[in-house]
């Protein structure tokens, strides 16, 4: 696990103005049978759906809206590759936060998406309001909060592949989301609800999280989950570990990571062999219909309960690795959104993430996450270039 750093202190507070009102709109292994032990205990949380389909998926809906729940902040990149925190000369200001993320870049590929969290009542706040209208996000599930700050988070890419991050965030806005704010109209319209683990951390956000993947779920929408882990935001790597499974079996879909920086499934399985697959399906459960292990430039590892396999990632020089796994959400989700058919026929689930990894390859080119989301006409054209 990346040697992590944090920090945290409050930034303040701002008073109450009539700005807080503002609202904007390779290769293939098959398996011909997919069991998954139950090694590894998780604690759960229990939601109950009441639209499935014959299939055991959720009824499709007409809409093809992602919701993204959690954290939308301010990222601090290094303009200077390959070195600590400490020893960068500069930083650039970059809108971030991993739920956010994905729903710019479902919107960039032509997709519909909404995003639902806190903000402080602060200039960073209208900055990224600002750009999540500009990339025609619906935000009517915004909420500001004049008392607290919006996070900020400065990131970096070390020379030894390993992550570091500094958080200011105590608290930060979007842990104060109370489950009164949510927008629940909004939520059972998707499709598609989409969050991580970090608003799991502290309340009320925990429980607002709670309440909209439930309502969710009763309304039948699918629901995505990236753990998205953040050590230093957690007490501790016990509590973080039971967290993020706490929610675990609830999940269609899950996307872990197996990089340096968010080694996610070694973690989660505590130090297992996060590329042994008989490893990864312990992590599996009957609830979930598709689990996604990244592997940064070597693509990814897919598993269901009727097949897997690997498809292979895009070669790229990359510049800043901040919200490759975040794009690569973003493409699989734009496409199941369109049809969850997907998830039934590997041929085209395969063609999915293939999109999908070009997506995270292209983000990669270039510092900041949002900044450098990509369109869809940029992901074929890549496409294109590597099959060529």
Not at 355 to 378: D, H, Q, W
Request: proline share 4%; hydrophobic share 40%; with cysteine.
């Amino acid at each position: 696990m990346a040697a992590l750093h944090s920090t945290a202190f409050r930034l303040g507070s701002v008073a109450l103005s009539s700005r807080q009102e503002l609202s904007f709109r390779g290769g293939n292994v098959k398996a011909s049978a997919f069991s998954c032990p139950s090694s590894v205990s998780i604690p759960r949380l229990s939601f109950q759906s009441k639209a499935l389909g014959g299939d055991g998926l959720p009824e499709t809906k007409d809409s093809s809206l992602v919701v993204c729940f959690g954290e939308m902040l301010i990222d601090f990149v290094p303009t200077i590759s390959g070195l600590s925190l400490a020893d960068a000369p500069a930083f650039k200001k970059a809108p971030g936060g991993a739920p956010a993320n994905v729903a710019v870049g479902i919107a960039r590929l032509g997709g519909s998406s909404a995003f639902i969290g806190k903000v402080g009542e602060d200039e960073f706040a209208y900055m990224l309001a600002e750009i999540l209208k500009e990339n025609n996000v619906n935000s009517e599930g915004i909420r500001f909060d004049p008392g607290a700050r919006t996070a900020i988070a400065f990131v970096t890419l070390r020379s030894d592949g390993e992550r570091e991050f500094m958080f200011y965030r105590n608290p930060s806005a979007d842990m104060l989301l109370q489950e009164a704010e949510l927008d629940l109209d909004l939520i059972r319209k998707a499709k598609i609800f989409h969050y991580g683990s970090i608003s799991l951390i502290t309340e009320p956000c925990k429980s607002a999280h709670i309440a909209a993947a439930k309502a969710a779920k009763d309304a039948g929408v699918v629901l995505s989950y990236d753990p998205n882990l953040r050590l230093p935001l957690w007490p501790s790597a016990e509590s973080a570990r039971e967290g993020i499974l706490s929610i675990w079996d609830t999940a269609d879909i899950i996307k872990g990571s197996t990089l340096i920086s968010e080694e996610e499934i070694s973690f989660l399985t505590k130090g297992e062999d996060p590329y042994d697959d008989a490893v990864v399906r312990k992590l599996c459960h009957p609830n979930h219909k598709l689990l996604l292990v990244t592997e940064g430039p070597e693509g990814c590892r897919y598993y269901t309960k009727e097949f897997n396999g690997r498809v292979k990632g895009l070669k790229v020089d990359a510049v800043d690795t901040t919200g490759a796994g975040d794009a690569f959400v973003a493409g699989i989700l734009s496409q199941l959104a369109k049809d969850l058919s997907l998830l039934q026929n590997e041929d085209r689930l395969r063609e999915a993430l293939m999109f999908a990894n070009a997506c995270g390859a292209l983000t990669v080119k270039e510092r900041g996450a949002i900044s450098a989301l990509p369109t869809r006409e940029a992901v074929h054209n890549a496409i294109l270039h590597s099959v060529g």
